[in-house]
């Protein structure tokens, strides 16, 4: 798998997992050399744990259901100066994270995100593209920033993270991460990457449900109080 081992890292991508069986031999094979991959299985039914830690990824269990969940179990879990955050379905490929962490590293942006780009029509749904958009013009109210994606691939320094005091336990936790980090003054980056077609059924944005349900959750975010500097 590239080099990923369970001991202390460079880098710890974190990737939360429901029943991604079929896509974890991909993505855990597009894990950096010398890089961690903590896997955080948030209910899997299928045989995902115990692929994931025959591949040689960290792999912690997360019962309370919720993307905000599995990622802030493993962002608490991580140990590495800089963290990562990756999709588990192969939509997204983790080793395009090196240039985000090199950005962060180099103090050229404190948060990178990547800005999906469909490499098909149907690697990004209408309804989900539609969401996000909508979103990503209200945060530019919220907060300013001129962003075209809230998607999850990311990257930024574990302790500031740590800092921001993230509550969210479901869907709005990416936003969570981006507005608070605004409130706090970070300089906020956004790279192009390539989108495809996940693997297996979406268990948010497959559906016009799913998706509404994330929308409803980060709309509760972008009215939640502006968090103290």
Not at 85 to 102: I, M, Q
Not at 117 to 128: E, F, K, N, Y
């Amino acid at each position: 798998m590239n080099g990923v081992t369970t001991t202390s890292s460079d880098v710890d991508v974190v990737l939360p997992c429901l029943d991604e069986a079929e896509a974890l031999p991909w993505v855990l094979g597009r894990i950096p050399a010398g890089w961690r991959a903590i896997v955080v299985d948030n209910g899997s039914r299928d045989d995902s744990a115990r692929i994931a830690r025959a591949l040689g990824a960290t792999v912690l269990d997360e019962p309370r259901r919720g993307f905000g969940a599995a990622c802030h179990t493993g962002l608490s879990a991580a140990t590495a100066r800089i963290v990562c955050f990756c999709d588990c379905d192969a939509s997204l490929d983790p080793a395009l994270l090196v240039p985000f962490v090199r950005e962060v590293r180099e103090g050229r942006a404190d948060l990178v995100l990547g800005r999906r780009r469909p490499v098909s029509r149907d690697a990004w749904p209408a309804h989900a593209r539609v969401g996000n958009l909508a979103l990503a013009r209200l945060l530019r109210r919220r907060t300013g920033l001129r962003l075209h994606d809230l998607g999850p691939l990311r990257a930024a320094r574990r302790e500031e993270l740590l800092a921001l005091d993230l509550t969210d336990r479901r869907s709005g936790y990416p936003l969570e991460m981006v507005v608070r980090a605004a409130d706090a003054g970070w300089r906020i980056s956004e790279r192009d990457v390539p989108y495809l077609p996940r693997t297996g059924l979406s268990k948010v944005t497959g559906t016009w449900a799913g998706t509404w349900r994330a929308v409803r959750d980060m709309r509760r975010v972008l009215t939640a109080p502006r968090a103290a500097r």
